[in-house]
């Protein structure tokens, strides 16, 4: 294996091709900068510049002067949802109770609606309006609206809007699973927070961001895997850290706010100049409908707009039509009421029956999980669990560079009775385990 060529152009295609003949493979270190460009002859800012464009390719990935190695080929890593045709009892998907979800054909059968062409707005004024009612006084006041697929697909945006290929992103660990891999699939490195009973603990965001990331992605409220919200004292301990590197992007991925029982607290420092507080409707309306409100300042919102402009990749007007007629309809707000007292109820009554046979969980927090942290790996007592008949999701997954201990609970379906009975089941397998 010889990497050959005299400017960065040729040192890079000679890289890639040892990589696609396989004589280079993942993980396998490349020479030190210094070193390539005394074996070639040539300036270090040539190889320097070949290294980059690796990186930026997806080939190689940095570590500072940790050095730069052969990437790992892309997977497709873990994501939310259930295998069709389980027959265990699906405390793993993460999906909401389809019971309470709204019947979207109905509401969007009740408004007229009149073909979006091509050169409409990308925002249906009416559900503009609607959302910045919604996001006003929850973020710094000069905000523009922009509407995407979704969550995760603005956060994808919003990444690719200011970041490049090996760029530092802070996340919180255990992190969404979600997450960890747009970043990875972004060439974007992790770089994970702890968090305790209250979120993400502010002097390790301080250290992270002084170790040079470019952007932070934080959830407010039932944070995903453990539930986990901010209160008033922790919000204004990181923004406070935040405020004092304005130039950092800063994402709020506020995704479960239609059916939050904890209150919202902003994050985001008044002189922030890149940040985006982003709304979806998935918990609440049925992931299927594939929408987030995204409020943003105005550069953050251009640059998105550029990625939503009407005749590319614009959201469905049939799509926004139906969230203007689910949020200015009283049935389903209704709905949506039931469905945050019911998982409130279930959540609650799961952490009270596992507290009382002595199971730690994490905070009682929000959201449709309960987590509860373990010392060793979880696979086995997820096997241990299936066979009595419950589907569960080991926490391994949820950890950024290295495995999370846990078990996360999706409690949308469990019904009470069930949930007696899978607090004894899990009692007793935990006994066995001896954990």
């Known amino acids: 294996m010889e990497i050959v060529g005299t400017s960065a152009a040729a040192i890079f295609e000679s890289v890639r091709g040892l990589v696609q003949a396989g004589q280079l493979r993942a993980g396998q270190e490349l020479p030190t900068v210094r070193d390539l460009a005394a074996s070639l002859g040539v300036n270090r800012n040539t190889v320097s510049s070949a290294y980059k464009r690796l990186v930026s390719a997806g080939v190689a990935t940095t570590q500072g002067r940790l050095g730069t190695t052969i990437r790992d080929p892309m997977r497709l890593g873990e994501a939310e949802g259930t295998v069709p045709g389980c027959r265990l009892t699906d405390l793993a998907g993460g999906n909401p109770n389809p019971e309470w979800l709204p019947d979207i054909v109905q509401v969007l059968g009740q408004r007229p609606q009149p073909p979006a062409l091509y ?28 509407i995407t697929g979704g969550a995760v697909d603005a956060v994808e945006r919003l990444l690719a809007c200011h970041l490049v290929p090996g760029d530092k ?29 209250e979120g993400m603990i502010p002097a390790a965001l301080e250290e992270a961001l002084a170790r040079g990331a470019q952007a932070v992605i934080l959830t407010p409220r039932a944070q995903n895997p453990t539930g986990c919200s901010l209160g008033a004292t922790r919000a204004a301990e990181i923004r406070a850290v935040l405020s004092r590197r304005p130039n950092v992007l800063v994402i ?11 209150d919202y607290f902003d994050v985001i420092p008044a002189d922030a100049r890149r940040w985006a507080l ?25 640059r998105l707009r550029l990625r939503l402009a009407a005749g590319a990749h614009w959201v469905s007007h049939l799509l926004q039509q139906a969230v203007i ?68 999701r080991g926490g391994e997954s949820f950890g950024v560079h290295a495995p999370s201990h846990g078990l996360r609970l999706t409690i949308s379906s469990l019904a009470p009775d069930d949930a007696v009975r899978f607090a004894d089941d899990l009692t007793a397998a935990m006994q066995r385990l001896a954990l």
Not at 120 to 144: I, K, N, R
């Open 119 to 146: 050169g409409a707005p990308a925002v249906h004024p009416e559900l503009e309006a609607l959302a910045t009612a919604w996001m006003q006084g929850d973020c710094p006041p000069a905000f523009q609206m922009d």
């Open 169 to 197: 992103v802070v996340v919180e660990n255990p992190c969404f699973v979600s997450s960890v891999n747009t970043l990875r699939v972004a060439g974007l490195q992790p770089s994970p927070v702890d968090m305790d009973a």
């Open 252 to 262: 709020v991925d506020d995704h479960f706010a239609l059916l939050a029982t904890n």
């Open 278 to 302: 982003v709304r979806s409707v998935s918990k609440a309306l049925g992931p299927d409908l594939r929408l987030a409100l995204v409020a943003s300042d105005a550069q953050t919102s251009s």
């Open 325 to 392: 007629g689910c949020l200015g309809s009283p049935t389903v707000n209704a709905q949506i009421a039931d469905a945050r007292d019911g998982y409130a109820d279930r959540r609650s009554l799961l952490v009270q029956l596992l507290h009382e046979r002595g199971i730690t969980t994490a905070a009682s927090g929000d959201g449709l999980n309960v987590w509860i942290p373990l010392e060793t790996d979880s696979q086995p007592l997820v096997i241990e669990l299936a066979k009595h008949g419950w589907l569960t």
